[in-house]
């Protein structure tokens, strides 16, 4: 199986709770919109430094930030995509409908 296959089929669907004590081991990202979290994952199971760190230069992926997660956490009806790249935790708000 290809890997990108494989990790399209190992998205969770998650709510806030699951996801603190990765954030409290502060291994979580936040990704963008425009990112595909599929393609992110494969970077970071494949060590492509170079588009990670173009990522995290643009913006597009960064750890929550305190004030995220305390809203996160607030919030009920907010839910993520979630992929595990052991040691990180790949989230992504999903957009309502």
Do not use: C
């Amino acid at each position: 199986m290809e890997l990108k296959e494989k990790l399209s089929k190992e998205i969770l669907d998650s709510g806030w709770d699951p996801i603190a004590p990765h954030f409290a081991r502060g291994s979580v990202y936040l990704l963008d919109y425009d990112l595909d979290i599929v393609e992110v994952g494969e970077a970071m199971a494949t060590d492509n430094v170079s588009a990670i760190k173009q990522w995290l230069d643009d913006g597009l992926m960064s750890p929550p930030t305190s004030e995220e997660a305390t809203a996160f956490a607030k919030s009920s009806d907010l839910f993520f995509n979630m992929l595990i790249i052991e040691p990180y935790v790949l989230i992504q708000r999903k957009l309502q409908s």
